[in-house]
């Protein structure tokens, strides 16, 4: 079921960013970036009160710190982050740009082993240099990438 969910997400990830390089013909980064935004959210929504209709009140018991640190996140680690890739995806092929975002888990185990000490097992290693390797062949061998 795992491995059927991250196909799924996959391919609604590549849907939304060929879809988005046709998008961005007419609208601003902004604009896509702002209704994708609330039109996930809309639709998520039926899914958050069925799987954890309870866990909506301890929201209201957050303190300032964890409201900030929420705002951090959206604001610069997906809205930031999202722009720059709407910035990219205009002067490149979807295929180039989307690249990066398959870099993602890489730089997660890298930044966890150097920066937080942590152990990294064989697998994570091994996966790590599975999407390095695919990545760079990507790059290299896709002919719409030149």
Known sequence: MGNLL?????????FYNVYCKGLLRRFQEVEI??????TASLASLPLLLWAEPFRLTQLAGLDWKSWTAFAFLAI???GVSMLLFFYVLQHLDVTVAST???LVPLFGVL???GFLGERLSRTALCGSAI???ATVA???FDNSAT
Request: hydrophobic share 55%; charged share 5%.
């Open 33 to 38: 970036l702002i209704f994708s935004y609330l």
């Open 76 to 78: 610069f680690m997906y």
């Open 111 to 113: 930044l966890a082993g």
């Open 6 to 14: 991250i196909l799924g997400g996959c391919a609604g990830s590549a």
């Open 131 to 133: 999407t390095l390797v």
């Open 100 to 102: 990066s975002l398959y």
């Open 138 to 140: 990507i790059m290299k």
